[in-house]
């Protein structure tokens, strides 16, 4: 699902009991004529809220957009309701006949603390599975355990010191942790000094715009006590993210990682070598034209041997063909190593991110970068094309 935010759009979405509730917390001054306010015409509302400050309008806006935001993904119900029995809260009698959107604004108001919760758990229980470096735990490491402070002080410190010095950034770490006892998982959001992602931040006027957020977590890791093994979403390169597993099983299980992953490969892009006619584009989805833009090949096992094709006057397949004698060259032995895509989605839908560039290679993609609702149609188009390995 890909549905833009705006202001009167989101009280649409909440009853009026709701928007009431909101208003109280957050806005008490506010007069508000509800006799004024129906189910689909909230112009009275909409002309009431733009009467308020600057601050008070941001914050209002920015209330209403994380509650949008988090309702419009169907999978964050479960998420929602899972915290809900963790956190011991308990809902009015007609909790369960609420929409989603009412729900999530009740546990905003409700209880900050799980709401944060929601927030994280909605952002890593979406992205899918391939899109996790997976590393195995020695026994040793296995079951539930009481941290100590000294334990996150140590985690802090190993990882602000790794980045500094591998980057020279990220002096200081922060990091989040969760326990989800209903899944025996436990979660680490690390935020790093000076990362600078691009999120939606209230400026101040009449609208949302981008501004760079230093505060913003680049290293997800969930530990599964059950299946003893470390899930971590991160950019950067496999040893990159091997040395963070390592970090992490040192300083809180006092253990260390099997050499090998659980999963090889998240992408099978071998196919590409053959040509285009596998990136075949399904009328009933979203996707309206699919064109690679770049491929990486060469000769397996062979580094020197790796070269760029990219999309100019003359096809990429006849310049590849043309460099690499399919007579000499099997096509056997010939490796994939990056694609680039370009996919063009519905406009009506998607507007000004109808047009999205894709890079694949056989353990990364460039997906998580992108607006969650677009994650979404690209993931299931990869799945279409058999790239996303099982």
Not at 227 to 245: D, F, Q, Y
Not at 249 to 268: G, N, P, S, V
Not at 311 to 322: F, G, I, N, V
Not at 331 to 345: D, G
Request: hydrophobic share 35%; aromatic share 10%.
């Amino acid at each position: 699902m890909c549905t833009t935010y705006n202001t009167k759009k989101a009280f649409r979405s909440l009853s009026q009991v709701m928007q009431k509730a909101i208003f109280e917390k957050l806005a008490p001054e506010l007069k508000i004529d509800w006799s004024k306010v129906k189910v689909r015409n909230v112009d009275h509302l909409y002309s009431r809220f733009l009467t308020l400050s600057d601050d008070l309008r941001g914050k209002v806006d920015s209330a209403l957009y994380e509650i949008f935001v988090f309702a419009e993904h169907p999978v964050n119900a479960t998420t929602l309701h899972s915290l809900i029995a963790q956190q011991g809260l308990i809902p009015p009698a007609e909790f369960d006949e609420w929409s989603i959107h009412d729900k999530a604004a009740w546990v905003f108001l409700q209880d900050e603390t799980a709401w944060t919760q929601a927030a994280r758990f909605a952002h890593i229980d979406r992205m899918t599975e391939s899109l996790w470096f997976v590393q195995k735990l020695f026994n040793g490491g296995a079951g539930k355990v009481e941290y100590e402070d000294e334990h996150f002080d140590r985690l802090e410190r190993g990882i602000s010191e790794y980045i500094y010095n591998l980057e020279g950034r990220g002096k200081y770490c922060f990091i989040e942790y969760f326990e989800r006892p209903a899944l025996d998982k436990e979660c680490f959001f690390l935020y790093l000094s000076d990362y600078p992602r691009n999120t939606m931040q209230w400026k101040g006027g009449n609208d949302f715009s981008r501004g760079i957020d230093k505060h913003a977590y680049e290293i997800v890791i969930v530990y599964d006590r059950k299946e003893n093994h470390l899930s971590v979403r991160t950019t950067g390169p496999r040893a990159h993210k091997e040395r963070l597993c390592q970090i992490w099983a040192e300083t809180m299980r006092d253990t260390i990682i099997q050499d090998a992953d659980l999963k090889k490969q998240a992408f099978d892009i071998s196919g590409f070598k053959k040509g285009p006619d596998n990136i075949i584009v399904d009328p009933l989805s979203d996707v309206r034209e699919a064109k690679v833009l770049m491929l990486e090949a060469g000769i397996a096992g062979n580094k020197g041997s790796r070269r760029v094709y990219e999309e100019s006057d003359l096809d990429l397949y006849t310049q590849m063909r043309k460099e690499l004698n399919p007579d000499r060259v099997p096509m056997s032995i010939l490796e994939i190593s990056c694609v680039k895509l370009r996919l063009q989605l519905d406009p009506k839908k998607y507007g000004r991110k109808q047009c999205q560039t894709v890079t694949v290679r056989p353990n990364s993609c460039n997906i998580n970068s992108k607006d969650p609702g677009v994650q979404l149609v690209i993931m299931e188009t990869l799945k279409s094309w058999g790239i996303v390995c099982a």
